[in-house]
């Protein structure tokens, strides 16, 4: 694999989040607690590869410029800067979201997770869509 291969790699990643993520929370509704436990272990496991990939991707690479003009440029930013601000709030929440499951403590779990999951879900679909816009527009 080379290293220009990792930005599809990274989008493969989020989408795979994406949709763990709302398995495991359609699982929950259900009342099926371990298979909701595997689903969101196997997020959180599918983030933290994206999140190696991405560091690998970006220490090789660097910055990637936006290239379109026009309409479309304050639209990718705006995506951008709301991906980017709420990743960096999404990796502490999830992963105390993660531990106060794993001591028992599921009431303040879920008061955290009905907050983390919209927020993780919506940085795993715009992680897409900037890959989208910056590698295949």
């Not at 989020?14 to 509704?29: C, E």
């Not at 795993?124 to 590698?135: P, W």
Request: with cysteine; glycine share 4%; hydrophobic share 55%.
């Amino acid at each position: 694999m080379d290293v220009r291969d990792l930005p599809a790699l990274n989008a493969l990643l989020n989408t795979a989040s994406a949709v763990l993520l709302l398995t495991g929370y359609r699982l929950i509704r259900q009342g099926r607690r371990e298979a909701h436990r595997k689903a969101m272990t196997a997020a959180l496991a599918v983030s933290v590869l994206f999140l190696a990939s991405y560091l690998v991707y970006h220490a090789q690479v660097g910055s990637v410029r936006f290239q379109k003009t026009g309409w479309i440029r304050p639209v990718y930013f705006s995506i951008l800067i709301s991906h980017t601000v709420l990743a960096a709030c999404v990796a502490p929440m999830a992963l105390v979201t993660v531990w106060r499951a794993w001591k028992g403590r599921f009431d303040r779990h879920r008061r955290l997770a009905r907050i983390t999951l919209p927020l993780w879900l919506y940085v795993s679909v715009t992680g897409v869509i900037v890959y989208l816009m910056l590698y295949r527009l």
